[in-house]
């Protein structure tokens, strides 16, 4: 069984920053966010696999990186020149070989 908790969001400013964590427990391959905003379907921001290759979002492209642990089980994104469309909620997710995780959430808002 995998369990995730995540934490970092808030309110920033638009062109301010934040950092993403979450911590994971038992068996991980890939990690990585997605974000679901008001109104739109979640999307896939950003992953990582076990070997460390890392996928982005086009819009994110850029302004955020997705980074690991070298124990595997924490993954951090790192969000600069945060702008008002990245507002959403934003959940941590693992792979592994019985499926995906997901973490509750936390919320980032980008607003002056």
């Known amino acids: 069984q995998v369990q995730l908790v995540e934490s970092g969001g808030g309110l920033v400013q638009p062109g301010g920053s934040l950092r993403l964590s979450c911590a994971a427990s038992?068996?991980?391959?890939?990690m990585g966010w997605h974000r679901q905003a008001p109104g739109k379907q979640r999307e896939l921001v950003a992953s990582?696999?076990?070997?460390?290759?890392?996928n982005y979002e086009d819009s994110v492209k850029g302004r955020f990186t997705i980074t690991r642990d070298n124990a595997g089980n924490m993954v951090y994104l790192q969000m600069n020149s945060l702008k008002p469309e990245d507002t959403a909620i934003y959940s941590c997710?693992?792979?592994?070989?019985?499926?995906?995780?997901w973490g509750q959430g936390t919320q980032v808002a980008v607003s002056s």
């Open positions: 997710y693992v792979n592994n070989p019985l499926g995906t995780y």
């Open positions: 038992g068996t991980i391959y890939a």
């Open positions: 990582i696999t076990s070997g460390g290759r890392t």
